[in-house]
């Protein structure tokens, strides 16, 4: 059995027996490695997110937390692979670590058949990308959109001036692996759309953003139709 088959079914392994423990050592010779492999492993999967937790003393061991995990039959291999190729589309985008934090989650928590079928199709899809990788979004982009704070932003316009100014984010646009932070201007009193890669630095402020309505209808966005992300289609 290979590292990433492991992975898989020592994710089930503990959720079949939760609440109750395994210990590393009785891991080992069920998937017969090491006590040192499995540690490991189990380190992995923790650090991808995967709500597992040590308990010390001769009755402890390791249980996963099966109310805030996947349940093994929630994605079928199709369902699976749109949204690894969804999340791996993000890579350039300021949900790129998020994104592939998902990514580890979802297949942990397959079966270990639907997760070797779920892998081999997207081995099958390509991301046509340019060959120079330009500046990309920073991280912090996703913390000022979901703060529900000013933010202090320092932003380079397209003839290269650089302005410091502090902004109300309101939403967020994305066009073509583009994205723009919609916000409240308050330098020029009004909403503007701030390219992702065009932010030098952005610095979240204690100050709670006022209530203001955005008229998703009012942005001026001719190059097309702007979709929700959930619509009509789930």
Known sequence: MN???????IVEELRAVAPRYRSARWLAGRFEVSVRTVERDLSALQQA???IWAQTGRTGGYAI???ATLGPMGFTPDEALAVLVGASALR???FRQPAASAMRKLLAVLP?????R???LADRVRLLEPEVDGPRAPAAFAAALQADRVVR??????EGAV????VEPLGSVVQDGVWFLVAWCRLRGGVRAFRAERMVAVDLTAERVPARELRWEDLDIPAGTLRPVLDGSR
């Open 3 to 9: 590292r990433t088959d492991r992975l898989y079914a």
């Open 49 to 51: 997110g995967v709500p």
């Open 65 to 67: 937390d099966t109310a």
């Open 92 to 94: 350039r985008g300021p």
């Open 112 to 116: 270990e058949g639907d997760a070797r």
């Open 118 to 120: 779920a892998t081999a």
């Open 153 to 158: 932003l320092t932003y380079r316009d397209r």
């Open 163 to 166: 302005t410091e100014r502090q």
